[in-house]
């Protein structure tokens, strides 16, 4: 089966850049999709197609994709944004939506 | 602005079936671009793709809920279902439903609030 790992905590002090990735083989016949999770809220899409962010996603989120890795990029990260962060894939051998097992972002 | 509600008991004992439906309004449901999925989050730990349907009624599981696992499609009420049989204390999670994009990604735009089950 694919996999897609995350490392499980990233801490950034407020106003630095947050790097958060995600590996997995072959990313790179695949797109990446990213979700911000709070606490006692659903998810959110903050990222699709390795780097497009839907309407009323701040710029300061950003999005890349290469080789084993995808990356998702907080610049000048803000309290607001700590979180839990799942990447997620379709595997198109099998025909399954994988998630990383997640990313804790904590701003300190 | 498509909303999606889900509804369902909160708690089904072991061996049972349960049965949750979503209610879709905002007027994209007939939409056939889009895909309509459930995804779930056990206590404490991450999202589980559990399966998605489309308006056509086709559907794609997680193969390791494919044989107690039922996704289905009602077009007249804008809703579609999940039946999950043979219930244990694993499945205890918050189930939400979803709507998809397939394509370049497929990916999940917008989200319910989710509905907690617990097996006891």
């Known amino acids: 089966s694919y996999d897609l790992t995350q490392p499980p905590s990233v801490s950034v002090s407020p106003g630095q850049t947050a790097s958060i990735s995600c590996s997995g083989d072959?990313?790179?016949?695949?797109?990446a999709s990213w979700y911000q999770q709070k606490p006692g809220q659903s998810p959110a899409l903050v990222m699709y197609q390795d780097n497009k962010r839907p309407s009323g996603i701040p710029e300061r989120f950003s999005g890349s994709n290469s080789g084993n890795t995808a990356t998702l990029t907080i610049s000048g990260t803000q309290a607001m944004d700590e979180a839990d962060y799942y990447c997620q894939a379709w595997d198109t051998s099998t025909e399954t939506l994988i998630f990383g097992g997640g990313t804790k972002l904590t701003v300190l | 602005q498509v909303q999606l509600q889900e509804s369902g008991p909160g708690l089904v004992k072991p061996s049972q079936t349960l049965s949750l439906t979503c209610a879709v309004s905002?007027?994209?449901?007939?939409?056939?671009?889009?895909?309509w999925s459930w995804i779930r989050q056990p206590p404490g730990k991450g999202l589980e793709w559990v399966g998605y349907?489309?308006?056509?009624?086709?559907?794609y599981y997680n193969p390791s809920l494919k044989s107690r696992l039922s996704i289905s499609v009602d077009t007249s009420r804008s809703q579609f279902s999940l039946r999950l049989s043979s219930m244990t204390a694993a499945d205890t999670a918050v189930y939400y439903c979803?709507?998809?994009?397939?394509?370049?990604?497929?990916?999940?735009?917008?989200w319910g609030k989710g509905t907690t089950v617990t097996v006891s």
């Open positions: 349907i489309y308006y056509s009624g086709r559907t």
């Open positions: 072959n990313w790179g016949n695949k797109y």
């Open positions: 905002g007027g994209s449901f007939s939409n056939t671009y889009y895909y």
């Open positions: 979803a709507r998809g994009i397939p394509n370049s990604g497929n990916y999940m735009d917008a």
